[in-house]
């Protein structure tokens, strides 16, 4: 199942678009032309892709980003039914893209492509992140899988970095 499917499922892309006053054909094709930027901007932050020295490969700053925003709650944030507080998205995506720039050049260019607003998918960006981060999250801890695990290292890479390594593959096989 990808992720998609999954954000779907849990009721995601409903809570979305209902704070953002769209209709959930809308945010479902949103949330599907953003996710592959928002997991590929995990992907390359999970591989070293930063020019940051990380003993973790990238994965230390994006699970800080993820752990630090609150982890599994983020999901739980944004499924809730006051607004979603947004910073710790923006956090996640500041992680991942680098600059404002990158998140803005990524909404024009799937605002160009689906005819969406842009506006309508700045503010779903890091929305979509704390989803898609918390839902990584909330199934790391579901794992039963230690900060230190192999799977991805330690200061809060083990489970985490598993299950972003996963879905990176499986975006990258498709």
């Known amino acids: 199942m990808s992720l998609a499917q999954m954000l779907q499922q849990s009721g995601v892309i409903e809570s979305m678009a209902g704070e953002l006053g769209i209709d959930p054909q809308t945010a479902k094709i949103g949330?599907?032309?953003l996710l592959p930027a928002i997991v590929a901007g995990m992907g390359r932050s999970?591989?070293?892709g930063s020019s940051t020295p990380d003993p973790l490969g990238g994965l230390g700053g994006l699970a800080g980003a993820i752990l630090g925003g609150g982890g599994g709650g983020m999901l739980d944030a944004v499924l809730g039914q006051s607004p979603?507080?947004?910073q710790q998205g923006n956090d996640i995506l500041g992680t991942i893209f680098?600059?404002?720039?990158?998140s803005r050049g990524v909404a024009g260019e799937v605002a160009a492509m689906t005819g969406i607003d842009e506006g309508v998918l700045k503010k779903m960006l890091p929305i979509l992140a704390m989803a898609a981060a918390g839902y990584m999250a909330k199934n790391a801890q579901g794992s039963g899988a230690g900060a230190g695990d192999s799977a991805g290292g330690s200061a809060g890479g083990g489970a985490l970095g598993g299950i972003l390594g996963s879905i990176v593959t499986g975006m990258i096989s498709r």
């Open 98 to 102: 680098g600059s404002k720039d990158v």
């Open 31 to 33: 949330a599907g032309a």
């Open 46 to 48: 999970a591989t070293g």
């Open 84 to 86: 979603t507080p947004t």
